[in-house]
C-alpha cells in the first residue's frame, strides 16, 4: 500500500564548493530481526537472560569522489534515516521516527554498510510483543550528504521522498528513538563491515 505520490530524483551526482564531485551508490534499505548478542563478563562468568530481538536496518553504500583524494576516504558522510511504523494506539495511522547518523573516514569505491536499530524495548511499545515483528514496519527511507551535499536517496518501498511530503496518515514521533550502532549492544560486532560513527569529542 503506497501512502505518498512525489517525483523525486534518485542517485545524484553533487560538485560542492570545492568543486569535488561525490557520487553514492545505493542499495535499497534492509531489515531484519536479531537477537541481542551474549557476552562473557570480566570474570569470564554468564548471567543468566533471555536474548530479546532487534529491528535492524541496513544499506550498502559505495562512495566515489572525484578528484579522488590521497587518502582514498570520505572525510564526513551523514545518513538521514526516515521510517514509517504503524501506529499502536491508531488502526491505519502510522509513526515516523527520524535519526541523522555522521560517518567519518569513509573508503572509497568499497562496499560499506551503514545501520540504525530498534531497541526490543521500543518494539514492545510499537507492538505490544517481545517479538521484533518486521511487519510493523510499513517504510524505510533515508538520504546521504557528503559534506553537507545530499547526492543520494532511496526507500524501501514508495515514492522516495515519502517522508517530506505532509499526510494526515504519519505523524513523527520522538518517543521511540531511533540507535545508531554504536548505541547498541552491537557496537562492538561486524567492525569492519560498517562506516565508522562519528562521536563526540570530550575536551576538558
Known amino acids: ?22 557520487k553514492v551508490i545505493c542499495d535499497k534499505p534492509a531489515f531484519d530481526d536479531i537477537l541481542s548478542p551474549e557476552f562473557a563478563g570480566m570474570t569470564g562468568k554468564q548471567k543468566a537472560f533471555k536474548p530479546k530481538e532487534w529491528l535492524d536496518i541496513e544499506v550498502k553504500l559505495k562512495v566515489l ?19 514509517a511504523v504503524k ?28 545501520s540504525v536499530y530498534l531497541s526490543p524495548a521500543s518494539i514492545k ?6 517479538r521484533a515483528s518486521k511487519n510493523s514496519v510499513e517504510f524505510v527511507g533515508y538520504e546521504v550528504f557528503v559534506n553537507g551535499e545530499k547526492v543520494a536517496q532511496e526507500t524501501s518501498k514508495g515514492q522516495v521522498g515519502w517522508w517530506s511530503v505532509p499526510s494526515e496518515k504519519i505523524s513523527k514521533n520522538d518517543t521511540v528513538p531511533l540507535l545508531n550502532k554504536n548505541e547498541t549492544p552491537f557496537r562492538a560486532l561486524w ?8 562521536e563526540p569529542r570530550i575536551t576538558k
Request: with cysteine; charged share 25%.
Open 1 to 22: 500500500m503506497v501512502l505518498f505520490a512525489v517525483t523525486v530524483i534518485t542517485g545524484l551526482s553533487i560538485s560542492g564548493a570545492s568543486g569535488q564531485a561525490a
Open 65 to 83: 569522489l572525484n578528484p579522488e583524494p590521497k587518502s582514498k576516504t570520505c572525510d564526513k558522510l551523514t545518513v538521514k534515516w526516515y521510517v
Open 87 to 114: 501506529n499502536p494506539e491508531k488502526a491505519g495511522k502510522y509513526l515516523l521516527l527520524t535519526k541523522d547518523v555522521e560517518h567519518v573516514n569513509v573508503p572509497l569505491e568499497q562496499d560499506i554498510f551503514v
Open 125 to 130: 511499545r510499537l507492538t505490544h510483543s517481545d
Open 191 to 198: 567492525w569492519d563491515r560498517y562506516a565508522e560513527i562519528s
